[in-house]
């Protein structure tokens, strides 16, 4: 993969609508836990290791499907999350190392994949912006039911949101950790502002 891969019609409409529901009706589903770097945004993480897959899937059994198309073999720490923009939403440039909380010593992610849930008709704005150093190497215009993965060492933003409606995708770092990194993270936990 030279920086992403885009793919489409991944999953099923029906799918897509269910995940739109489970997501939107969950009681960790609130004002981000992310940083700064995520504006008006909402959503919850999920971390887990690949031997926690599990557990995962017992207490968000709507995320299965995505999950089996998503996850790469070689991957074994994971922290996905739900994101939502709206009108005004907007995503400043970063690089994804969302499990330092618990590692310090994490690099950033092997890639990243980011499923399109949901997406407004005729929506302006809310494009997948990617850089390699300085470097424009990528702009993603979100397509629901499109997968995109791209190198996790890139910086990446999404340019604000000038449309109303939802602009769902399901985001996930995906690592590869050495043994004792591995040891750091949890096996399974949920982060959300819901709960704090």
Not at 40 to 61: A, I
Not at 78 to 89: D, H, K, Q, R, V
């Amino acid at each position: 993969m030279k920086y992403y891969q885009l793919q489409t019609n991944v999953l099923s409409d029906r799918y897509l609508s269910k995940l739109w529901q489970k997501v939107n009706s969950s009681a960790y589903f609130t004002a981000n836990n992310l940083n700064r770097d995520f504006v008006q945004t909402k959503g919850f993480s999920v971390v887990f290791q690949r031997d926690g897959l599990s557990l995962v899937e017992q207490n968000f059994p709507f995320l299965k499907p995505y999950l089996e198309i998503a996850l790469q073999p070689d991957c074994n720490a994971f922290y996905l999350n739900p994101l939502l923009l709206t009108a005004g939403s907007r995503v400043d440039p970063h690089i994804d190392r969302s499990l330092r909380s618990y590692c310090k010593t994490v690099e950033p992610p092997f890639l990243v994949s980011v499923l399109y849930v949901q997406v407004p008709t005729a929506m302006s704005g809310g494009e997948l912006m990617l850089k390699s150093g300085k470097r424009h190497v990528g702009k993603i215009t979100p397509q629901a039911n499109s997968l995109v993965f791209f190198q996790g060492d890139l910086t990446h933003s999404i340019n604000p949101m000038k449309t109303t409606g939802n602009r769902l995708s399901l985001v996930c770092e995906q690592y590869a950790l050495t043994p004792d990194e591995l040891e750091d993270i949890p096996l399974f936990t949920v982060e959300s502002r819901a709960y704090p």
